[in-house]
């Protein structure tokens, strides 16, 4: 009888860890619609018929006479970039709702392209009342929308990129296009605006550079967030950016809830804020997330002081008896 039971144990046993096992691996991912594979094929199929064109093969070798390659040119669109897009599994024509079936395209075809809003009304209307108190509100707010930023085509939310490498090379792109870039900041600067040199005006920031690869622009130009919460899309202005290391190099590091988030544990710890390339070049207190070696550096700066005083106050007090036996 014992033996039986054990057997069913280990039975259940097996299951329950096959059924562990095989839970999806990133449980955040909400369900994507449901589509039969019909569906899912009707969709590449159509795609491709747009991409027949709209890409550098459609470009090289044109599926139909007399286009305006020209104009394609501009008008290309990677088909491998949008297989990793948010939007792969959407048909072309569901963004690009009429006109675009006939060649050339209807004249007025551009006007029934939907907005974000359209499909991420909640979403878009949390952000566009952020977007309103961004610095970029006041002068550009008729220059500036979603797909300024947001390319559709490409795009791919942070939450599945994970790599925080891969989220500040992304986000980063967009900041950089504008505040890198003396032409197109131009094209959206209000009179004539001089772009301030973007690595100027971080000179405080040792090796801006190395920072622009490692970290966004977003982790320090938007107000703080909650753990599990979007970042905001206000973006902030000088006196209100952050500028205290200790908010990312410390143990308690922002980053956590930011670029950080959708890491697990141990990967949090890994990166960032254990950072031995600072400790070997210069201390940041708190970085090593080790009380007691906080405490001996302080101790030692201390000491260092006291010395310091000390021998300043000997050389006074020599020369003052060296004046007095002259
Ligand atoms: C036979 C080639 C061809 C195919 C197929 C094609 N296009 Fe185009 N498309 C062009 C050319 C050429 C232009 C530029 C000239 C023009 O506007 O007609 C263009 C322009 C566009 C533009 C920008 C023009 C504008 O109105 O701003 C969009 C957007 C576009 N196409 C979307 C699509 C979509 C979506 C599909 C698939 C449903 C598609 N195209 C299929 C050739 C094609
Ligand atoms: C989620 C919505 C969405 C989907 C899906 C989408 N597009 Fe677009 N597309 C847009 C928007 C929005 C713009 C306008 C961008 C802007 O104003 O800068 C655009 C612009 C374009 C343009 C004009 C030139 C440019 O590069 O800005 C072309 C061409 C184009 N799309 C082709 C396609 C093709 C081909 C597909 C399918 C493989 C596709 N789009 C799928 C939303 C979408
Ligand atoms: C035609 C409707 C439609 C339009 C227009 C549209 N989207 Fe989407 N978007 C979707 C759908 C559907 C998904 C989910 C796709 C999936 O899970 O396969 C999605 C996914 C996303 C995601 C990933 C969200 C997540 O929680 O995984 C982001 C970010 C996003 N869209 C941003 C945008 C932006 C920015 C625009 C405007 C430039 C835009 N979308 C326009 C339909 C749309
Ligand atoms: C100035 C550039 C900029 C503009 C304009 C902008 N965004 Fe963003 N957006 C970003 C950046 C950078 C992120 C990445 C933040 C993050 O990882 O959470 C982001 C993140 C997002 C996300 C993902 C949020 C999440 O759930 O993690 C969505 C959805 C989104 N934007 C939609 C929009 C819509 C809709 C608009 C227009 C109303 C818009 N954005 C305008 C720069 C911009
Ligand atoms: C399409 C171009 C463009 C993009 C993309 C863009 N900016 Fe800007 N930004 C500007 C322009 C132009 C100004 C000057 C606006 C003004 O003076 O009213 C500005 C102003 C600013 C300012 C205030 C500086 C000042 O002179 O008042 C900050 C901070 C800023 N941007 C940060 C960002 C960050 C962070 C991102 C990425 C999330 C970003 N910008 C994306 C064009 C852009
Ligand atoms: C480590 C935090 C941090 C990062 C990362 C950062 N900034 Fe800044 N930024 C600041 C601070 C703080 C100031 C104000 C500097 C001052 O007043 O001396 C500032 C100033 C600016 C200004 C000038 C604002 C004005 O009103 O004149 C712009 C524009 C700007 N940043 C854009 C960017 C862009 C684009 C990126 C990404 C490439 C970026 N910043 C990354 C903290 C940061
Ligand atoms: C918004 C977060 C953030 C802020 C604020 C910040 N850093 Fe960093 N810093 C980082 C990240 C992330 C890295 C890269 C870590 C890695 O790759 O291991 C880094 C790297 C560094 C490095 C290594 C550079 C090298 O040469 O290899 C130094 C030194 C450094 N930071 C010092 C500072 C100092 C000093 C300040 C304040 C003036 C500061 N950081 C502010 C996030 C930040």
Same mark, same amino acid.
Do not use: W
């Given at each position: 009888m014992r033996s039986l039971f054990d057997k069913v144990l280990v039975v259940f046993a097996g299951l329950f860890f096959m059924a562990i096992v095989s839970l999806p691996a990133t449980a955040q991912d909400k369900p994507a619609p449901q589509l039969s594979p019909e569906q899912v094929e009707k969709i590449r199929l159509a795609n491709n018929g747009c991409l027949s064109c709209?890409?550098?093969?459609?470009?090289?070798h044109p599926p139909k006479a007399g286009l305006d390659l020209k104009k394609l040119q501009g008008l290309l669109k990677d088909p491998e970039s949008f297989k990793g897009s948010d939007h792969q599994r959407l048909a072309c024509t569901k963004c690009h709702n009429e006109g675009y079936e006939d060649h050339p395209h209807d004249a007025d075809a551009k006007d029934s392209t939907s907005t974000c809003t359209d499909c991420h009304s909640k979403k878009a209307n949390l952000i566009e009342d952020q977007f309103d108190k961004s610095v970029h509100a006041k002068n550009l707010s008729d220059k500036i929308s979603c797909p300024t930023c947001?390319?559709? %085509?490409?795009?791919?939310? =942070?939450?599945?990129?994970?790599?925080? @490498?891969? &989220?500040?090379?992304? +986000?980063?792109?967009?900041?950089?296009s504008c505040h890198d870039s003396e032409e197109k900041f131009a094209k959206f600067a209000p009179d004539k605006k001089e772009r301030p040199l973007i690595d100027d005006i971080h000179n405080w920031l040792p090796n801006?550079?190395?920072h622009w690869k490692a970290?966004?622009?977003?982790?320090? %130009?938007?107000?703080?967030? =909650?753990?599990?919460?979007?970042?905001? @899309?206000? &973006?902030?202005?000088? +006196?209100?950016?952050?500028?205290?290391?200790l908010s990312c190099h410390s143990a308690d590091s922002s980053l956590k809830t930011r670029l950080y988030r959708h890491l697990v544990k141990d990967e949090q710890q890994r990166l960032g804020f254990t950072n031995s390339v600072i400790l070997?070049?210069?201390?940041?207190?708190?970085?090593?997330?080790?009380?007691?070696?906080?405490?001996?550096?302080?101790?030692?700066?201390a000491a260092i002081l006291v010395g310091l005083l000390a021998h300043g106050l000997g050389r006074i007090i020599a020369r003052i008896l060296q004046k007095r036996k002259k």
């Open positions: 709209h890409s550098q093969a459609g470009l090289e947001h390319n559709p %085509h490409v795009m791919r939310i =942070a939450s599945k990129l994970i790599d925080p @490498h891969k &989220i500040v090379a992304q +986000d980063n792109r967009v900041c950089l801006t550079r190395l970290v966004r622009c977003v982790e320090c %130009h938007t107000p703080a967030v =909650a753990p599990g919460e979007m970042i905001s @899309h206000e &973006i902030l202005n000088k +006196d209100k950016a952050e500028k205290k290391c070997s070049n210069t201390y940041v207190l708190g970085a090593t997330r080790n009380p007691l070696l906080d405490t001996l550096i302080m101790m030692a700066f």
